[in-house]
């Protein structure tokens, strides 16, 4: 019997609600796969490994292989694989994992609409490296593949509701729009059955290609059904 998968929209910080669920639905013997915006790098280190810490320990009590890929919210170099815990992996972009018999690439980063806030400083909340580094000569072929933004067909596609950041920052809308295009070319390359990514904080799923896409909302927890 194969053990389960489940995938986690962003929790930008925030473990409780799915340390909750683990609790609230007896979850365990399983793989857990976030989308990105974990909120890694945004608290003061030691605070950080020590939460980090904590929720690794709860984690493995349930046999829980937590991996995560990086969101447009989270410091890189936690990425870099220099942060080791036994029940917690934070994935190099286009790494490649065999799990419960699927194949399943991760390719993280996003443009933040945010990135000109005041509030956002370069190094400490803000990162130039956090965008999504499109290479197509890494993309291999797989079953799922997991990114933090989406392709142009699946998701929000209207301005209007980040009109007031575009207008603050002159090329922002031209690069998200970018942005998705080398997502709908990333799943062209991969040719994925299954695609699954956040950012967006909304649920959302369509179907091109073969390819079904869906949007994670804010911790939602959605488990993989095998096909």
């Known amino acids: 019997m194969n053990n389960a998968i489940y995938?986690?929209?962003?929790?930008?910080?925030?473990w409780n609600p799915l340390l909750t669920k683990i609790d609230e639905y007896d979850i365990?013997?399983?793989?857990?796969?976030?989308?990105?915006?974990?909120?890694?790098?945004?608290?003061d280190f030691e605070d950080q490994e020590y939460e980090l810490t904590a929720v690794n320990q709860k984690l493995r009590k349930?046999?829980?292989?937590?991996?995560?890929?990086?969101?447009?919210?989270?410091?890189?170099h936690y990425f870099d694989g220099g942060y080791d815990f036994s029940n917690m992996e934070f994935l190099r972009d286009y790494a490649v994992k065999k799990i419960e018999g699927r194949t399943f690439q991760f390719v993280g980063g996003a443009v933040s609409v945010d990135r000109t806030w005041e509030k956002r400083v370069?190094?400490?909340?803000?990162?130039?490296?956090?965008?999504?580094?499109?290479?197509?000569?890494?993309?291999v072929k797989c079953d799922v593949l997991i990114t933090h933004s989406a392709p142009s067909w699946n998701g929000p596609a209207d301005r209007d509701p980040i009109s007031s950041w575009c207008d603050n920052d002159k090329t922002?809308?031209?690069?998200?729009?970018?942005?998705?295009?080398?997502?709908?070319?990333?799943?062209f390359h991969c040719k994925p059955?299954?695609?699954?990514?956040?950012?967006?904080?909304?649920?959302?799923?369509?179907e091109r290609?073969?390819?079904?896409?869906?949007?994670?909302d804010i911790d939602e927890?959605?488990?993989i059904t095998h096909h």
């Open 221 to 223: 927890l959605l488990e």
């Open 193 to 206: 059955s299954r695609h699954y990514c956040g950012h967006f904080h909304v649920s959302s799923t369509a």
């Open 172 to 187: 922002l809308w031209a690069e998200l729009k970018l942005e998705r295009l080398a997502h709908s070319r990333a799943i």
């Open 122 to 139: 370069e190094g400490s909340s803000y990162w130039k490296d956090e965008v999504f580094d499109y290479n197509p000569d890494k993309f």
């Open 7 to 14: 995938v986690l929209g962003d929790i930008h910080g925030n």
């Open 62 to 76: 349930r046999r829980i292989k937590f991996l995560g890929i990086r969101g447009n919210h989270d410091d890189p």
């Open 28 to 43: 365990r013997d399983c793989t857990i796969i976030c989308v990105g915006d974990i909120g890694l790098g945004f608290k």
């Open 209 to 216: 290609d073969g390819c079904v896409s869906r949007i994670l």
